[in-house]
């Protein structure tokens, strides 16, 4: 096989229907088991076909086509195809309440949408989107590969304030998958399933790695994830997606190797768990400005995050991270421009991510944002670091910490958490008396909330949405 580069020569698809034509690219299912499939050559047939269709419907290089829908292979096609026309895609969530959708959609000044499962009379501006119009003949596509060509929007998780949608393009999304697969191993006769959405840059990191290794991408409905861990060899999730696999049925025989962990801090436990289970868990930490992934490590009994992974760089500036490299975004869009993140001069190369951190014996440690900080009492906490030592009860298996205003200390942490068994009385008097252990009395939660449903299966759970829900329970 031909040396696998981050520079392809041509459109990656083409690539691998070169050296892999007959080989499967796409499993809608376990590909030994009879799922529809399909080769290399016949997903760039695909994504030509879904190319025409576009064409056809005016999309031009350049303009913003917005995805409203939940992961498929429509979607997927969607996405190489839009790439593949010059255009730019952007996918938003289709959970959203259709004003905070609306107001995204207005902000973006997307051009095209394709939304299947909803009424899409009320959301401007662009035009309605089909997969299939009639086409009366086929149009050259001009547009050749090319790496520094924008391709894809992807809205930040809004922790703190409003969404940023930051442009990448191919180059920074091959960088990351080509360092984070030099630690990780991810061959081309493994298969990664889609189980992160790709209106989040971790679902996006996954096809853009599938794509670099020439390797086999699994899709499924929703219902058929924890199936489908069964048999791929590969996944990205959120440590509650692990947990129920690891607490069903399907964890008594599989062939899942390798999972990469984020979206929460990872509690021990459940790296432990998996490794019994003959599952290698990777942990670190990441952005959506740096193409995913930054740092990481095989999980261990250390909360550090790992080592900087290769095409990255990363210094600390007065305890704040700061970044650079071949991953980083070309910039922020709006009013149909990309705004650098950098400054002209040299010295503004490195980005300010706002998260605090150390170096312990070479190796990287998260002590939460900077903007996340709240003054209890006249002491500075940290809520990650609260975080981090309810994370080590066996009971927790994720957590947020809030403040709440007080009038005689001016804030006071409150922990909402989901946990393994119910948060009621007895567990909650459990927590009170471990962190009366564990932590000084500042830094000690006054409430225990269990997490909302409506949060528990998010990506990254919005601090601000769920600060906005704290808020309504007083």
């Not at 005016?58 to 195809?81: E, F, H, M, T, Y």
């Amino acid at each position: 096989m031909a040396q696998i580069t981050e520079e392809f020569q041509m459109w990656p698809w083409q690539y691998w229907a070169e050296q892999r034509p007959t080989e499967i690219a796409i499993a809608l299912g376990d590909a030994d088991a009879g799922a529809v499939t399909w080769n290399w050559i016949e997903v760039t047939a695909n994504i030509e076909t879904y190319a025409q269709r576009l064409v056809a419907q005016g999309v031009k290089r350049d303009q913003l086509v917005a995805v409203v829908a939940p992961n498929s292979i429509d979607v997927l096609w969607l996405l190489l195809a839009i790439v593949r026309v010059g255009a730019r895609y952007v996918g938003l969530n289709p959970k959203l309440p259709s004003k905070a959708l609306n107001n995204q959609l207005m902000a973006l000044g997307s051009d095209h949408i394709w939304c299947p499962d909803m009424d899409v009379a009320e959301l401007l501006p662009g035009s309605t989107l089909s997969l299939t119009p009639e086409i009366t003949s086929e149009r050259i596509i001009p547009v050749m590969w090319q790496e520094h060509r924008p391709v894809s929007l992807t809205l930040t998780s809004g922790s703190i304030g409003a969404p940023k949608a930051v442009v990448h393009h191919p180059q920074s999304h091959l960088a990351s998958a080509s360092g984070l697969l030099k630690q990780m191993t991810f061959t081309a006769n493994d298969s990664w399933l889609l189980s992160l959405p790709l209106f989040h840059i971790s679902g996006l990191a996954i096809v853009w790695r599938w794509l670099y290794r020439g390797a086999r991408i699994i899709l499924v409905e929703p219902a058929l994830q924890q199936q489908a861990l069964q048999w791929v060899s590969h996944a990205s999730l959120v440590p509650t997606q692990l947990q129920r696999f690891l607490d069903s049925e399907y964890s008594r025989h599989h062939q899942l190797q390798q999972v990469l962990l984020g979206g929460a801090t990872i509690p021990v436990s459940l790296t432990k768990a998996a490794e019994q289970a003959g599952i290698e868990c990777w942990s670190g930490y990441g952005m959506t400005e740096m193409a995913s992934t930054i740092t990481a490590k095989r999980a261990n009994s250390s909360t550090g995050v790992g080592m900087v992974l290769p095409n990255r760089e990363l210094i600390l500036r007065d305890g704040e991270i700061w970044v650079r490299g071949k991953v980083l975004c070309l910039g922020y869009y709006r009013n149909r421009t990309i705004f650098s993140l950098l400054g002209c001069d040299d010295d503004d190369s490195w980005f300010a991510t706002k998260d605090l951190g150390e170096w312990h014996d070479d190796e990287l440690f998260i002590r939460g944002r900077a903007d996340n900080m709240f003054i209890s009492g006249g002491e500075n906490v940290q809520p990650e670091d609260i975080e981090l030592v309810l994370l080590q009860h066996a009971a927790v298996n994720h957590v947020i910490v809030l403040p709440v205003d007080d009038h005689d200390f001016g804030a006071r942490p409150v922990a909402i958490l989901a946990t393994a068994q119910p948060l009621d009385s007895y567990l909650i008097g459990q927590l009170v008396i471990y962190m009366s252990q564990n932590v000084v009395p500042h830094k000690r939660p006054i409430r225990y909330l269990p997490l909302p449903e409506c949060f528990a299966k998010d990506v990254k759970v919005s601090r601000s949405d769920l600060a906005k829900w704290l808020a309504s329970q007083a």
